[in-house]
């Protein structure tokens, strides 16, 4: 499984992108809102380093080998979410994520079903399933600053507040925000047994705001 890959840009079409990654090129499919984002990340070298999802296309002969590009692991982990819905596969999430996934993620929670039949492929029958698989789940999504969230790693951790605060830095918070954010957050729901339910709690107090 190919889960991160870094090349030279050789060519960028409207949804994906060609790397040269020591003579071989590989195209990998991009969603609209990271495209729109994509050519800021691109070193002066012409290099540039992606988060991949890995899958197999599958047609009537054969099951072709399929990339889709993503900045950081919180994109590709929004995504992974979003093709869990019946219907919408990794070809059709790349064309249906045109805008900022912060954006989609604030929609499903809000069952801003107007919002979600805005997007390409998307329309009334899809958006309800989505908001049946997803409202509740996608809070920490829509925390996301899209175009400037750091592409560091996750370091692991067992205390869920300090997972969660790691996820809020990678999502462009500074240090002493994301601390008070998740201090009035627990402080609000002392139940709260996991980074995502924290994460998800985040939201909804800045929602409330």
């Known amino acids: ?36 984002v994509i050519e800021d990340r691109i070193a002066p070298d012409g290099t540039i380093k992606l988060t991949t999802f890995y899958y197999h296309q599958l047609e009537p002969s054969r099951a072709t080998p399929t990339l889709v590009g993503f900045l950081n692991e ?38 801003d079903k107007a919002m979600l039949k805005s997007l390409p492929g998307i329309g009334e029958q899809r958006a309800k399933e989505i908001i049946a698989k997803l409202q509740g789940k996608v809070g920490k999504y829509a925390l996301m600053q899209d175009t400037g969230i750091s592409c560091a790693p996750k370091e692991k951790t067992p205390d869920f507040a300090e997972e969660a ?40 107090q800045k929602a409330n705001k």
């Open 74 to 111: 919180i994109e590709k982990e929004f995504f992974e979410k979003f093709i869990t819905v019946s219907g919408i596969g990794p070809r059709a999430a790349v064309r249906a994520l045109n805008i900022p996934f912060s954006q989609v993620a604030k929609a499903i929670d809000e069952a």
């Open 165 to 204: 605060l790691d996820v809020l830095l990678q999502l462009q918070y500074k240090k002493h925000e994301a601390k008070e954010m998740i201090d009035k957050a627990l402080k609000r729901s002392p139940c709260i047994k996991s980074a995502e339910e924290l994460l998800n709690e985040v939201y909804r």
């Open 1 to 36: 499984m190919i889960s991160h890959i870094c090349g030279k840009v050789a060519d960028k079409k409207d949804s994906s992108i060609v790397l040269d990654v020591n003579g071989i090129h590989y195209e990998i499919l991009v969603p609209g809102a990271v495209m729109k």
